[in-house]
């Protein structure tokens, strides 16, 4: 019991600094596992599935300037 008081005595700064490590890693673990348990509370599921999307209908006239090849020019030009 001596020696162990003794060994105390002479490392009581690494002591210290290993339990204030321990106690911080406590208090993170902790708080992070409280977190945790709000977050599966606060998911949200749908009540009904989700339906797809239409397909959008465009304009003839607009249609031929959104494709790609209105594009190709472009691009052959600055890779020749």
Do not use: Q, R
Not at 8 to 27: H, K, P, T
Not at 57 to 75: A, G, R, W
Request: one cysteine or more.
């Amino acid at each position: 019991m001596n020696t162990l008081i003794d060994f105390l005595l002479n490392n009581y700064i690494w002591c210290l600094v290993i339990s204030l490590i321990l106690v911080f890693a406590l208090i993170g673990y902790l708080v992070d596992a409280s977190t945790n348990k709000n977050k599966e509370k606060n998911k949200v599921t749908p009540v009904m599935p989700l339906k797809e999307e239409k397909k959008v209908e465009v304009h003839p006239s607009v249609e031929i300037y959104t494709n790609d090849e209105f594009d190709d020019p472009l691009i052959n030009d600055k890779n020749a």
